[in-house]
């Protein structure tokens, strides 16, 4: 099993970008889908982006669709996320988590580990 340390949140101005780091120790990394999800505070996590264990497939929520972008190094153990044109409405903490199932999942309860998470705070 990896464990999964997040970091690259901070504070940034709306159309500002940032770019987030998910680091994983192990030797399976490569074998596992890799997502990101958010929680605003009052809000259910969600599903933002995933990716698929060889980094070929993505998937995205419609509203990060074209500002974000998923990427993985899996010779460096590591997933990214992308941020670009940022908006109020994406503040919130980002988790990063693995999935080893065979198929991409946007289902939280599918997920076998997750990280800390990093806080991104959007200013208007």
């Known amino acids: 099993q990896v464990q999964l340390v997040e970091s690259g949140g901070g504070l940034v101005q709306a159309g500002g970008s940032l770019r987030l780091s998910c680091a994983a120790s192990?030797?399976?990394?490569?074998?596992?889908?890799m997502g990101w999800f958010r929680q605003a505070p009052g809000k259910e996590r969600e599903f933002v982006a995933v990716?698929?264990?060889?980094?070929?497939?993505?998937l995205y929520i419609d509203s990060v669709r074209g500002r974000f972008t998923i990427s993985r190094d899996n010779a460096k153990n590591t997933v990214y996320l992308q941020m670009n044109s940022l908006k109020p409405e994406d503040t919130a903490a980002y988790y990063c988590?693995?999935?080893?199932?065979?198929?991409?999942?946007?289902?939280?309860?599918?997920?076998?580990?997750w990280g800390q998470g990093t806080q991104v705070t959007v200013s208007s």
């Open positions: 192990g030797h399976t990394f490569s074998r596992y889908n």
């Open positions: 990716i698929s264990w060889d980094g070929v497939t993505t």
């Open positions: 988590a693995a999935d080893r199932g065979l198929l991409l999942s946007t289902k939280r309860h599918e997920y076998d580990t």
